[in-house]
């Protein structure tokens, strides 16, 4: 079946301006995740949901990010008033549910590639 | 917090060498170790797994044993192909669900 999906895959924007960025997990996935890569940097967390619960926002590295998932489905990653140090790719994980349980494996997405002039 | 340091890169191999990617890690309790791969153009894959001391995760060629006397959980192959060019990140998974990441290292396999 498809993997997770993300768009745009690229997108370039000029410092100021909101940016939108789409996640379609794995249907039937009930936990959908958002990591952030900047150049030369691991992974960072910024956000987890899992199904109807209150979602995590503890990466969220400020209050221009914010997220959104409708049910257990499509999630959307906005940011507000971008700054350059916002480049960065931003990578969306979906998993059958939660914790250690090998059951629970996350399946990442190719990524959006955002770059802010 | 927890933390994951892995080797920097790139690492340039010829074809046939072997690979060893170290990784060590800093946690409270018993995390779970991965390794994710990422090909060009692609998105992360599990790589293989550990969830406990001493385990040894396998898949495609590749071995890491998690070594909790050393906090590490080094990846090694034993015979590159020029396929296996990609980016590696060593990964855990504390008390918590979120991944928590290495800066990943990539790997050139020449013929």
């Known amino acids: 079946g498809a993997g997770v999906s993300q768009s745009p895959s690229n997108k370039v924007t000029e410092k100021g301006k909101d940016v939108e960025l789409r996640c379609d997990p794995i249907?039937?996935?009930?936990?959908l995740y958002w990591y952030r890569q900047r150049l030369g940097q691991g992974l960072e967390f910024l956000i987890y949901?899992?199904?109807?619960?209150?979602?995590?926002k503890s990466g969220l590295p400020s209050d221009r990010f914010s997220a959104e998932r409708t049910g257990e489905s499509v999630s959307t990653l906005t940011i507000q008033r971008t700054q350059q140090e916002d480049s960065a790719v931003y990578l969306c994980?979906?998993?059958?549910?939660?914790?250690?349980?090998?059951?629970?494996?996350?399946?990442f997405g190719p990524g959006t590639r955002l770059t802010v002039l | 917090g927890d933390s994951v340091t892995q080797m920097e890169g790139p690492v340039t191999l010829s074809e046939e060498a072997f690979l060893t990617i170290n990784c060590t890690y800093t946690?409270?309790?018993?995390?779970?170790l991965f390794w994710y791969v990422q090909y060009p153009g692609e998105g992360l894959q599990l790589l293989l797994k550990?969830?406990?001391?001493?385990d040894k995760g396998s898949n495609k060629g590749f071995e890491a044993t998690y070594r909790k006397e050393t906090t590490s959980f080094h990846l090694e192959k034993g015979s590159v192909q020029v396929s296996d060019s990609a980016v590696y990140f060593c990964?855990?998974?504390?008390?918590?669900?979120?991944?928590?990441f290495g800066k990943g290292t990539s790997l050139l396999v020449t013929p």
């Open positions: 949901f899992q199904g109807n619960s209150a979602p995590d």
């Open positions: 946690a409270t309790g018993y995390p779970s």
């Open positions: 990964a855990l998974r504390g008390s918590g669900y979120a991944l928590n």
């Open positions: 994980a979906s998993s059958l549910g939660r914790g250690q349980s090998s059951y629970n494996e996350q399946f």
């Open positions: 550990a969830t406990k001391a001493d």
């Open positions: 249907s039937g996935h009930t936990a």
